[in-house]
């Protein structure tokens, strides 16, 4: 007879079951992260993906701790595959605002599991994130490729001014490029995440 305890096996099982949709989380945010798009009125180098949606979803469906685990190894991934083109700074700032967005939304939505509260939790993420992204490109992204590639922040501003005519210095950069950028990607994200979740979150739930 076994002495194992049978609230310790069901235990165990849940805890596979979420590795498990953990990572075929995971998988879709490395497929997705591939599949970037520019926008209009931003340079060609500042690309929207939609590789938070399942972070988003697996924080809601799974907690904020599964969210932010999708966001760590898609990143990882994306390094360890040689698909980084800055030393893994950029995986890194990606993973701290990925983060950014993803736990204001989850804890909002956990602490009261609706429509509404997906919604507020949503936009509450999209500020937390602009506002996150616009201090770490102003005080680490800018100053850390300005420095690795050899460029200044005239000619960084100047890739900006050449699609946006209101960026001339570093601060209307931040103002006018990279808060409406983030603030797009975050809007896109949560539009998809409002009309998909609840068709998903039976699946992740069972």
Not at 47 to 59: C, E, N, R, T, Y
Not at 100 to 108: D, E, N, V, Y
Not at 166 to 186: E, R
Request: glycine content about 8%.
């Amino acid at each position: 007879m076994s002495s194992q305890n049978p609230g310790s096996r069901d235990n165990v099982s849940q805890k596979t079951k979420i590795l498990v949709k953990t990572g075929l989380l995971v998988i879709i945010a490395i497929i997705l992260q591939a599949l970037e798009f520019p926008i209009p009125f931003f340079p060609p180098f500042l690309k929207v993906d939609f590789s938070d949606l399942p972070a988003i979803i697996g924080a809601f469906a799974l907690g904020p701790f599964a969210g932010v685990s999708i966001e760590f190894i898609k990143n990882l991934m994306h390094f360890v595959l040689g698909l980084s083109s800055s030393a893994g700074v950029g995986e890194i700032a990606n993973f701290l605002v990925g983060c950014a967005f993803i736990l204001p939304a989850a804890l909002i939505y956990k602490h009261h599991k609706s429509r509404k509260s997906a919604l507020v939790g949503l936009l509450a993420g999209v500020v937390v994130m602009s506002l996150f992204a616009a201090a770490m490109n102003y005080y680490v992204m800018f100053p850390f490729y300005g420095k690795a590639f050899g460029l200044d922040m005239n000619a960084i501003t100047g890739m900006f001014s050449a699609v946006n005519s209101l960026v001339v210095d570093t601060k209307t950069l931040i103002i006018f490029g990279v808060i409406p950028f983030n603030l797009i990607k975050g809007i896109l994200v949560s539009i998809v995440t409002l009309l998909i979740y609840k068709r998903i979150s039976p699946i992740l739930h069972k």
